[in-house]
C-alpha cells in the first residue's frame, strides 16, 4: 500500500498563509502543534491528491487514523502526533474530526445551504482552534467564540479559493442555495465567472457570485462573534452578548455610516472594544511565558 508520507505535496508549515506555531506560542506548545499541523497536512494532502481515486483516498485515510489511534506504526505523522498527544495526555478527538472533513472533501463536492456548510466546518475548522486551546489548557467554554471564529476563517478561504477549488478539484464550497440566489450555476461557469472558462481572467468569484456569500460571511461576523451563546448555525444565540448594553453591532454601524462591505463593516466598529469578546484582554496580556 502506498504510504500516506509518500504523497506529501511538498507544502510546510513556512508555506501557509496563516502561522503555525508562531513564537507568540511558548516553545514548550510548538512541539503538539507542529505535530498536529503535519497529521493535517499529510491527511489534506491525500483528500486534494489529483491522481488518486475516491476510494483509494479514503482507504488511505484510513491507514493513517489507525496509525493515530495505534492500529499502525507505519505512518510517520500518525505515529508522531500520537505519541505527542500522549504525552500530554490529550485526546485523538480532534485529529480524527479533521479527519472526518477530509473524507467529506472526497464525497461530498457540493453543499446545499448553510447548515450543510457549517456542518462541514464542524469537522474541518472548529476542531483546529478547539485543539490549540486544549494545548494551552483552556477551557470549554472558549469553544463557542473558537467555533465561530473558525468558521468565519474557513468561509473567506472558501471564497478566496472557489475558483481553483472547482477547477482543480471540483468542489464547490459555495451554498448552492446562495449561487441561485445570485442568479448563478455551477455548471454554467461563463454566467458564474469561476476560471475555467473561456475568455474568462483567473479570478477566484465572479462579481454575481461575491455579494450572496458575502452577505453570508457578514452575518457569522455580524452576529457569530458578538453573541455569548448559540452556536454558529444559531447564532443569534439566546445568551449575553460580548459587547456591552447598548452597544451597537458591527453591520449596524456600518450601516449608520454608509459604509458598506466588509472594509467598512471593519471601520465601523469591528475594533472597538464593545465589539471585543470576554477573552479579548486575556489574549493581549499573553506572555512568552505562559
Known sequence: MTQAQDLRSGKGHHDENFPVASHLIHPRHRPAILAFYNFVRTADDIADHATLSAD?????????????????????????????????GLDT????????????????????????????????????GRFVLDVHGESQD?????????????????????????????RVYIPLDALVAAGAKVEDRAAAGFP????????????????????????????????????VSDPAGGGAPHRHAGAKRPLERARASRQTGLPGLWRAGCRARACRPPWWPSLRALKFNR
Request: hydrophobic share 40%.
Open 56 to 88: 483509494e483516498k479514503l482507504a488511505l485515510l484510513d491507514h493513517l487514523e489507525d496509525n493515530l489511534i495505534g492500529d499502525n506504526s507505519s505512518e510517520a505523522a500518525g505515529v508522531a502526533l500520537r505519541l505527542a498527544l500522549a504525552e500530554r
Open 142 to 170: 472558549t469553544w463557542p467564540a473558537n467555533d465561530a471564529l473558525c468558521a468565519a476563517l474557513q468561509v473567506i478561504n472558501h471564497l478566496q479559493d472557489c475558483g481553483k477549488d472547482l477547477r482543480d478539484l471540483d
Open 196 to 231: 475555467g472558462a473561456a475568455g474568462l481572467p483567473q479570478r477566484p468569484c465572479g462579481p454575481d457570485i461575491r455579494p450572496a456569500a458575502a452577505k453570508r460571511r457578514i452575518f457569522v461576523a455580524d452576529q457569530g462573534f458578538t453573541t455569548g451563546a448559540g452556536s
Open 93 to 128: 478527538l480532534h485529529a480524527r474530526d479533521l479527519l472526518t472533513a477530509f473524507r467529506m472533501d472526497v464525497t461530498k463536492p457540493r453543499y446545499a445551504d448553510w447548515d450543510e456548510l457549517i456542518h462541514y466546518c464542524r469537522y474541518s475548522a472548529m476542531p483546529v
